[in-house]
């Protein structure tokens, strides 16, 4: 009767197991055999107290081995379920990866603001104080102070906003250096940002535009200093092997004056569309101080001398990135300014 | 500065072609801008000699046989009124390229090439040119203006290239000149720096006369020597007016110049070449022989050449006679003294006036001539006397005149002798960074006119007395040796004497990057807008008539009314970049500008403004909420550890219910709102705007403070969500205000919910908080949070009437 039983319960486990489609079912099902309290095979072992005590031993083996066998298939049959459902869950959860990321959207710096960062970078490594001076500048600053007296034609080379007959908007950061070697005495090194302006609109000319400035005033700084300068200048800003060369100008607060040119950093220097065809890019405008303007400041030209340089910062931020409109850079197009991220 | 290399080579020996001497300029500080040969759009044209010529019946077309020498003869059809047999024309070859004239046969409509053709039946290799289809004109070669045939002289050989016959081989150069060399805005200036860079000797013009003419009693006086620091004049008699010789035309033409007669093409000849502006009158309009320099009287009037009429002040210098202005000093004659074709007696001026004085006068009366252009850029005094000479020797040559000996000068005694200057060759040097050894300072200055000499250290020259610019100290004189020397000597040294110094950014500068670094990580672009702005964009953000911000400081010269006014505030540039934005497509987008607003003490400006900077945001877009933009404002102050309130507020452009001033310590620094929808709708955003503006410079001060760690507890923190049932005029803030300070242990209060509804009733709303409690020295139990719990939601009931849901 007993053994019967056995058989019965063995025969529904093997029937049933293969059927079993969840590990829960399995558990559920495992549970109604090997539960503890109400457990078929642990029923068995309850019902052999009824047995005689000489077919225990016998019963207990069976009972015992059932349970060993028991345990087994349902370990077996749970490990291949649970790999199944592993499988399924892993399908079910498969993504096409070729949708989109989440990003978190970032702004970009200004261009302007860029270079301006670049070229700070470089200077401050060489002993550059950063200066920033006002945009609405006295005429004396911006002018007279910087050796072009009110009648000086040189006044003509730039259309100045005039806000009243004493006050302008400055048309060039060189402004800034009289008001640093009014308040500083050499060894000066500064280098100054900021907006320029000058009455001239057109496809190239935007009437607001950023300068950068640097002034080195010292004892013995010759010619071959401004150049071995710029020379650093230039390869950190557009690259190792760009070279400069200098080449007689004019301004008044400077002299001698130079326009600096970089080899085409496009060509490397042949002759391309960008430097058109000429091997060389004019950057910048440089030259010694002018004895006039240290004077202007109380500083001796006879013991001091230094050598200072402007330059356009949209000139450079358009020559490195390719912006082939300066009136891009102010109008804050979303397609512009996505494609400056840093 | 325009400079035919045909007139240059007059002067100096020119052994190098136009290109090379174009690169010697550059290098020398004379860039070239243009380098242009005169017949740079023709080839392929030759001497050709008509044969035999044709007309075809009921045609005014010629057939000829044209005989160009080495290329053989051609049949070529022609229809101008002047082909004939025997006669040299210009012959364009197939191939050729040569003007396209219109039917007039006058206007140029363009460069074309000669394709082998067929005119009525007849084969046609050629053409046969005029002077306008070869772009000379009647200046540039006699004979050139006739509208038809252009006849070659009977000597040109055939099959030779017309280009040098007819001077189209000739170049042009068109220099910038440096506003320090006004000397060098003439043909002799070029002339000399050619010399200069090419080391050879620099001819003078010829400068000679002999003085047959009539003799005068004659009188200058110069009532404003500030004013007219020389003035020259001289009479020539006899005068007999013609056009100008061919040669004196050509050079005009070249540089622009109409040819008009001869004594009127003298002065307009001698400013090119000398670049000293002359003017002649016809002396028998000059009442009582006497010439006045002087300023003009109140409201005096002149009419000059061009026959307008100025009514003049004290500012003005005019030259008089006995009676009246006859003519507006420097600028132009007047019409009543002007050179007639029955003039017989010429009064010759050369003059230096004032630059300013002259340019003062330009822009006041608003008229201008080469001659003002000229003198506001400075004419040297030695000049004026070498341009007169040069005059009076043309007036000679072209048998223009008898040059009489009344020659007046009145100057104010200033030099126009080279004079000395002794310098340092050691400072020279020191200026350079380079030791240029002796005999190159030499050559070099001896090349540019400085007689230079030296001995030991002294270098002792003479300077031109053309040269103006050089203003006596030895910066002048080691510009001249490097530009002629070459830059290229130059050695790159590193600032191997300079003081070692400290660099880089002040901690104002790092933290303005550091705020725009911020700003970026929220999603804003950084913008840069123009400093000014119009006087409607005030009205687009409807700002009072007597708000602050209408109170802006005015440009006196501004490129447009747009362009007028210096920003009183940064939204209404952000405002029209959002409008921009939109009517290009872009739909979503997220900006920030720093940057300066402009207030004046009072107007006009006596004194430097204040500058300040302010910070405007703008965001615009569907995905985009009041509380995005507020989002990135507080995470610009929990950045920097300051706290920002928000209080309802308005301005006068956005929406009455989603405004909200900012204050900072109790300050207000700001706004921040959504555009007003009648706003939006006036500028057609469909889009909803959100801007806001603070005062940078009240952040400034909160921005440095230093980062400081507080130590993380170990113990964990524990989490509850309350959700508060409160009166519908009850603010976010008041609860969370209430909450934070209700317990010691609360460090964190975020609102995540709000709920309307019947569950809550009318005029109530349910606000769900998220508080974080953090221990300090224990672990919390449940039954210690659940206290604190219980106060805050007495302490709620209390002052807000809130209750839990």
Known sequence: MMEENIKAIRAEIEETLPTLASSAALYEFRKSFLDNKDGKISGLMKAMKDLPKEEKPAFGKLVNDLKTWATAAFDEADEKIKALELAQKNKDEEIDVTMPGVKTEVGALHPDTMIINELIDIFAGMGFEIYEGREIENDYYNFTALNTPKDHPARDMQDTFYVSEEFLLRTQTSAGQIHVMENKKPPIKILSPGKVFRSDDDATHSPMFSQMEGLVVDKDISLCDLQGMLDIFSERIFGEGVKTRLRPSYFPFTEPSVEVDVSCFACGGKGCKLCKGTGWIEVLGAGVVNRHVLENCGIDPDEYSGFAFGMGVERIAMLKYGINNIKALFESDTRFAEQFKD | ?805
């Open chain 2, 1 to 805: 500065m325009l400079a035919p290399l045909s007139w240059l080579k007059e002067y100096v020996d020119i052994d190098v072609s136009a290109k090379e001497l174009e690169g010697l300029l550059f290098s020398a500080g004379f860039e070239v801008e243009e380098l242009k040969e005169v017949g740079a759009d023709i080839s392929g044209v030759v001497v050709g000699q008509v044969e035999t010529c044709e007309l075809i019946p009921d045609t005014h077309i010629h057939v000829c046989q044209v005989n160009l020498g080495e290329y053989g003869t051609q049949q070529i059809c022609c229809g101008a009124d002047n082909v004939c047999v025997g006669g040299k024309f210009p012959v364009a070859m197939v191939g050729a390229t040569v003007y396209a004239t219109a039917k007039d046969h006058v206007t140029i409509e363009g460069v074309m090439t000669i394709k082998k053709g067929k005119l009525r039946g007849q084969e046609s290799n050629g053409m046969l040119c005029s002077g306008t289809e070869l772009g000379v004109t009647e200046d540039m070669y006699p004979g050139a203006g006739y509208n038809g045939l252009l006849v070659l002289p009977e000597d040109a050989p055939l099959g030779a290239d017309v280009k040098p016959i007819l001077g189209l081989d000739d170049w042009i150069f068109d220099i910038s000149i440096t506003a320090n060399r006004p000397d060098c805005q003439s043909i002799i200036g070029i002339a000399r720096e050619v010399a200069a860079v090419l080391k050879k000797p620099f001819k003078m013009p010829d400068l000679s006369y002999t003085e047959n003419g009539k003799d005068i009693e004659f009188k200058v006086t110069v009532e404003a020597p500030d004013l007219c620091p020389r003035y020259i004049a001289h009479y020539v008699s006899d005068i007999k007016i013609a056009p100008s010789p061919a040669w004196m035309r050509r050079r005009l033409s070249l540089v622009g110049i109409n040819a008009i007669s001869n004594a009127v093409d003298i002065t307009n000849y001698v400013l090119k070449e000398f670049g000293q502006p002359m003017h002649a009158f016809d002396l028998n309009d000059l009442e009582n022989t006497e010439i006045v320099v002087r300023r003009a009287k109140e409201n005096e009037t002149i009419v000059t050449l061009d026959e307008k009429e100025f009514k003049l002040n004290p500012e003005n210098l005019v030259i008089c006679d006995g009676n009246k202005p006859v003519a507006l000093a420097g600028i132009m004659g007047g019409l009543n003294s002007e050179i007639k074709d029955t003039t017989t007696d010429v009064l010759f001026e050369a003059a230096k006036f004032a630059r300013d004085s002259v340019r003062k006068t330009s822009r006041a009366l608003g008229q201008s001539s080469d001659s003002s252009s000229r003198f506001e850029k400075g004419v040297d005094e030695y000049t004026t006397q070498l341009g007169m000479k040069r005059a009076l020797h043309l007036m000679e040559e072209l048998d223009c005149g008898k040059v009489s000996k009344v020659h007046i000068e009145v100057s104010s005694g200033n030099s126009t002798e080279p004079h000395p200057l002794t310098v340092s060759v050691e400072k020279l040097n020191k200026i350079l960074g380079i030791t240029v050894p002796d005999e190159e300072i030499i050559r070099h200055l001896d090349a540019l006119g400085f007689a230079p000499e030296i001995s030991g250290d002294e270098l002792r020259v003479m300077v031109p007395a053309w040269r103006d610019d050089i203003d006596g100290h030895v910066q002048d004189i080691a510009e001249e040796v490097i530009r002629s020397y070459g830059y290229e000597h130059i050695v790159p040294t590193f600032l191997k004497e300079a003081t070692v110094t400290a660099g880089g950014r002040n901690a104002e500068q790092k933290q303005l990057l550091r705020v725009k670094q911020t700003l970026c990580k929220q999603g804003y672009s950084e913008s840069i807008f123009y400093s000014f702005f119009s006087p409607k964009d005030l009205d687009m953000l409807r700002i009072p008539e007597d708000a602050e911000e209408r109170k802006a400081i005015r440009i006196l010269n501004p490129i447009s009314e747009d362009l007028s006014l210096m920003r009183t505030t940064l939204s209404a540039s952000m405002l029209n970049a959002v409008v921009r934005n939109l009517r290009r497509g872009n739909t979503a987008g997220r900006f920030f500008e720093i940057a300066n607003v402009f207030k004046a003490e009072s107007l006009p400006l006596t004194a430097y403004p204040e500058e300040q900077r302010h910070l405007c945001i703008g965001a615009f877009g569907d995905s985009e909420t009041f509380f995005t933009l507020k989002g990135a404002v507080e995470a610009l102050a929990e950045t920097f550890d300051f706290k920002l309130t928000f209080a309802r507020g308005t301005t006068t452009f956005t929406h009455p219910g989603m405004t909200a001033v900012i204050s900072l310590d109790g300050k207000e620094i700001g706004y921040i709102g959504r555009v007003a929808h009648d706003v939006c709708a006036e500028l057609a955003i469909e889009k909803p705007v959100f801007l806001c503006e603070l005062d940078y410079e009240a952040l400034v001060p909160h921005l440095g403070k230093p980062m400081v760690y507080k130590p993380v507890s170990k113990f964990a923190i524990e989490t509850r969500d309350l959700a508060l049932v409160v009166s519908e005029d009850v603010t976010c803030a008041q609860v969370e205000d209430a909450i934070a300070t209700s317990c010691k242990y609360i460090t964190k209060v975020s609102l995540f919910d709000v709920y309307r509804g019947k569950q809550v009733g009318e005029g109530k709303k349910s606000m769900a908080f998220n508080v974080v409690f953090t221990p300090d020295d224990h672990e919390f139990t449940s039954d210690e949070i659940d206290k604190y719990v219980q106060k805050t939601l007495k302490k709620l009931a209390f002052t807000l009437g809130a209750e839990l849901r």
